[in-house]
T-cell receptor, first 116, second 113 residues
């Protein structure tokens, strides 16, 4: 079974631009979560989508947005890029899991975004 | 709010020796705890989880972790370290009823030949 794939793997943008990152989950997985990893802040949760609905959100400004398609693929968008948005963006997929149940999350290799 | 702390930025151990990477947690309710490992230029790989049951959890690659409720700890252990275990290790706790994970700052493990 193929793992989580993220495209592109590397991206260079300039301040003020916008960027869209893509995540394809493992086949059959309906939940996709996004995380930002930086040396200073570590790993921080951005948001989670399940069956095309955002069901959880972290503490990031509105410039960070996402969506999920009917095939469970997800995209995240960052508008008006700032230097501080330079980071490794990781997505993770799982079957779902609510309440008392939990399904393991599998992470993709990440997209490294550099903002100049 | 849920949180985890990894008190050591780096752990150094000789190959063949036992290793321990420390994690303490602060949660309301029953914790769902995890360990992940990250190799350079790679995403996170799941090692093990504690949800309920036996306090000693066995995971991938010979790693195990001990859940200690009285000390609010979830330390990662391995009886005999390998050079290939050198990587960045993250402890995490589930926050809420869905898939949001709160990660610790990470501990860099260096295993020396």
């Amino acid at each position: 079974k193929a793992g989580v794939t993220q495209t592109p793997r590397y991206l260079i943008k300039t301040r003020g631009q916008q960027v869209t990152l893509s995540c394809s989950p493992i086949s059959g997985h309906r939940s996709v979560s996004w995380y930002q990893q930086t040396p200073g802040q570590g790993l921080q949760f951005l948001f989670e989508y399940f069956s095309e609905t955002q069901r959880n959100k972290g503490n990031f400004p509105g410039r960070f947005s996402g969506r999920q398609f009917s095939n469970s693929r997800s995209e995240m968008n960052v508008s008006t890029l700032e230097l501080g948005d330079s980071a490794l963006y990781l997505c993770a997929s799982s079957l779902g899991g609510t309440g008392g149940s939990y399904n393991e999350q599998f992470f993709g290799p990440g997209t490294r975004l550099t903002v100049l | 709010a849920q949180s985890v702390a990894q008190p050591e930025d780096q752990v150094n151990v000789a190959e063949g020796n036992p290793l321990t990477v420390k994690c303490t947690y602060s949660v309301s309710g029953n914790p769902y705890l995890f360990w992940y490992v990250q190799y350079p230029n790679r995403g996170l790989q799941f090692l093990l989880k504690y949800i309920t049951g036996d306090n000693l959890v066995k995971g991938s690659y010979g790693f195990e972790a001990e859940f200690n409720k009285s000390q609010t700890s979830f330390h990662l252990k391995k009886p005999s370290a390998l050079v290939s275990d050198s990587a960045l290790y993250f402890c995490a706790v589930r926050d809420g009823g869905y898939n949001k994970l709160i990660f610790g700052a990470g501990t860099r493990l260096a295993v020396h030949p």
